[in-house]
């Protein structure tokens, strides 16, 4: 960076000099064209053989006239595009000069700090104290709370959607591809141009050169607006052959981006405890498992699981599969826990919680109808901290597939069916019970209400508990998580409250608008084609 200035102003000067060197000849052809022309040979008006008359001088006073001005023209036009050329280069110059003073002094919002007044720079760093970036904020309820929306470097995860908007979208609107694109670029300049306060020491390739990383190093990220205060913007970037992860948090207080952290998070070591309640539904564990042991045993490899079973039925069907799946994996990281009582969700994760007994601990609460990747299990690790960060990601939750595939013979694989379409699920924003945290912030706030039986209602009271307290709650759609659908019943013991959150989720859980619509019209939709085809049969009677 140091060599571009000088060579910069050398060029300017022999852009100059030419520049100057092109106006001196344009004005000595001028000088030339405009000079009285002589012949040698030519007789002088009115002396010679021959004597001409006043018509023979008026034209050729003309000829000459128009001569200069035709000239005179082209000479205009010559100059005109020369300024034009010489504002170009002078923009060109301007562009290369402010370019390079933003390389100088890092990204741009770091570049003109002297020049900004200090009650606006105090301001701007008011924003980010205000915002809940570094502490989280006490909230009234599940309401209150902002959450994220995740991207990658291609799609837009999004929960808004309305009847237009996709759960999974590319960033159509050129207004938030330039945001995301800035916010890479901006989070890869932190990374690759550290400030002496980051933490964060210079990393060597294999050869010895500096470790430079770039947009295909983006793993993910997630942003939020807090109206009165700006946007938030947690970036996550990896080298395919590393297993370290950077974490660079950005923040727009409504004007510059303000770089906020910039660190290296080491998951290579950290162990998750998935922990499923579960009673009888033994099939639906059954397929848990292939997936368990597709993503967890396979791939990831840093996994616990924890099992706590209610009843004595079923448990027998429960402990094969565990031992089918141990024999063949040579998997041993896992344990059951019998309850003989009955099932009760917050009561089950209690136990899993507390029958961990090896030090600090993330969490994942599962459900058995879950499916999750192994980029989740990374995602997890990611946006959990103790006693800094609980992770609440909002499932994509998949509809009945006997309606979303009805114009098939059968429906396609569980595989198959796992995509972001308005008409093969929904984002599940209202369900809070897949969740990681660690185990002594889990113990700490009091964990699940025992108070609260049957089905519901427990997720939302420990989530509750979280926005009380001044941990932060990162709220975001991940792409890798999917709750597959099955037949709910709502049991008559159920409170009115929990009786009616269970038919809602149930009704949600069914399938998309546009085909609960043709259900309802099914009738009216078969007598309009009934009709069509009599058409049909008459005109081709006629």
């Not at 990393?203 to 109206?227: Q, S």
């Not at 114009?407 to 093969?424: F, I, R």
């Amino acid at each position: 960076m140091s060599r571009r200035g000088p060579i910069l102003h050398s060029r300017t000067q022999w852009l100059l000099l030419g520049l100057a060197l092109f106006f001196s000849l344009v004005l000595f052809m001028y000088l030339l064209e405009c000079a009285p022309q002589t012949d040698g040979n030519a007789s002088l008006p009115g002396v010679g053989r021959e004597n001409y008359g006043k018509e023979y001088y008026q034209a050729l006073l003309q000829e000459q006239e128009e001569h200069y001005q035709t000239r005179a023209t082209s000479l205009k036009r010559q100059i005109a595009q020369l300024k034009q050329e010489l504002q170009e280069m002078s923009e060109k110059m301007r562009s290369l000069q402010e370019k390079k003073h933003v390389g100088a002094n890092g990204i741009g919002y770091q570049g003109n700090r002297e020049q900004t007044p200090s009650d606006l720079l105090e301001f701007l760093h008011s924003q980010i104290d205000r915002a809940e970036v570094s502490i989280g904020a006490k909230l009234p309820s599940e309401y209150g709370v902002v959450p994220f929306e995740s991207f990658t470097l291609m799609k837009v995860f999004q929960l808004e959607m309305g009847l237009t908007r996709h759960p999974e979208e590319k960033p159509v609107r050129k207004d938030k591809r330039d945001e995301l694109v800035e916010v890479i670029e901006a989070g890869l300049e932190v990374i690759n141009n550290p400030d002496e306060d980051d933490e964060q020491e210079d990393e060597e390739g294999p050869l010895g050169e500096k470790l430079i990383f770039n947009e295909n190093d983006f793993v993910e990220g997630y942003y939020r607006t807090e109206r009165d205060k700006g946007t938030q913007y947690e970036l996550f970037f990896k080298k395919a052959d590393l297993m370290e992860y950077r974490h660079v948090t950005l923040f727009r207080p409504f004007g510059p981006l303000m770089k906020v952290k910039n660190e290296m998070i080491d998951i290579t070591r950290s162990i998750i405890n998935i922990i499923v309640p579960l009673a009888e539904r033994t099939e639906a564990f059954s397929q848990f498992m292939q997936n368990f042991r597709d993503v967890c045993i396979h791939q990831d490899k840093r996994i616990h699981l924890t099992v706590v079973y209610f009843g004595k039925e079923g448990l027998s069907k429960v402990k094969s599969i565990l031992e089918s799946v141990s024999s063949e994996s040579n998997f041993h990281n896992y344990t059951l826990v019998s309850l003989n009582e009955e099932f009760n969700r917050g009561r089950g994760l209690n136990v899993g919680a507390q029958a961990w007994d090896k030090g600090e601990v993330l969490m994942f609460f599962c459900d058995v109808d879950i499916y999750f990747s192994a980029e989740f299990l990374n995602s997890c690790r990611l946006n959990a901290e103790p006693g800094k960060k609980v992770f609440y990601p909002v499932v994509f939750s998949l509809y009945n597939p006997a309606i979303v595939y009805a114009n098939q013979d059968v429906p396609p694989p569980v595989e198959q069916q796992l995509v972001h379409k308005k008409d093969s699920g929904f984002w599940r924003d209202f369900g809070f019970g897949m969740t990681c945290q660690y185990q002594s912030d889990f113990l700490t706030i009091g964990g699940f209400d025992m108070e609260v039986k049957g089905w519901g209602g427990e997720d939302v009271h420990l989530y509750r508990k979280y926005l009380h307290g001044d941990l932060i709650v990162i709220r975001t759609p991940v792409p890798g998580l999917f709750h597959l659908w099955h037949e709910k019943h709502c049991a008559d013991e159920l409170t009115p409250e929990q009786y009616r959150m269970c038919i809602q989720s149930k009704a949600m859980n069914e399938a998309s608008h546009s085909h609960l619509g043709m259900m309802v019209f099914r009738e009216e939709i078969e007598m309009h084609l009934r009709k069509q085809a009599y058409r049909t049969n008459s005109d081709a009677a006629g």
